[in-house]
């Protein structure tokens, strides 16, 4: 076993008392500012892990665009893609929502996982369908998150965008 042996900050022979002291002063700021530093780092897990509501930031122009059609057919499943996360710092969980008559809506959920993010763009598929029961204009709700979140509880999912989708009837 290796050890490391232990000096007392007690003062040689010939050393000025108050040069002790300025140095003990100065280890103990730093102890104090390596502690702080660590605290600040570690959250709390139950804010910094967990699903949400996925983030999309349609400002960055490097982010890929949702593919939702703009026509439909009814009784045919409608192919919707939505690409979110970023960073590695989210995980695939799954896609929500429903549609109800002409309203359909999207709700890509992720995992949160903080640490382990890079400065390399990386985005979560998610891949769904809906089926409109009937003809006219339709509207797909997407939810999101924005891109300034940062915890968990930043992932309100308040945000949203609405597309139009022309649903015309079976031909069969």
């Known amino acids: 076993m290796n050890s490391i042996p232990f000096t007392p900050a007690i ?24 502690g702080a530093s660590g605290l600040l780092a ?17 400002d960055d122009p490097t982010w890929p665009l949702p593919q939702i059609p703009k026509t439909a057919t009814v009784g045919v499943p409608v192919e919707i ?36 993010c890079s400065t390399d763009p990386r985005f979560v598929e998610h891949r769904t369908t809906r089926v409109f029961a009937e003809p006219g204009t339709a509207e797909i709700t997407l939810w999101y998150s924005d891109g300034g979140a940062i915890l968990r509880k930043d992932h309100s999912g308040e945000g949203r965008k609405v597309y139009t989708v022309e649903v015309s009837p079976s031909g069969g």
């Open 81 to 116: 893609a939505v690409w979110t996360g970023g960073n590695g710092c989210y995980e695939y969980m799954d896609t929500r929502g429903g549609v109800d008559g002409r309203s359909a809506s999207v709700i890509p959920h992720d995992i949160f996982i903080v640490g382990g």
């Open 42 to 58: 570690c959250e709390d897990p139950e804010l910094s892990r967990g699903f949400v509501i996925a983030k999309i930031d349609f």
């Open 11 to 34: 003062p040689s022979a010939g050393t000025h008392l108050k040069r002790g002291r300025q140095v003990l002063r100065h280890l103990t700021m730093l102890a104090v500012a390596i």
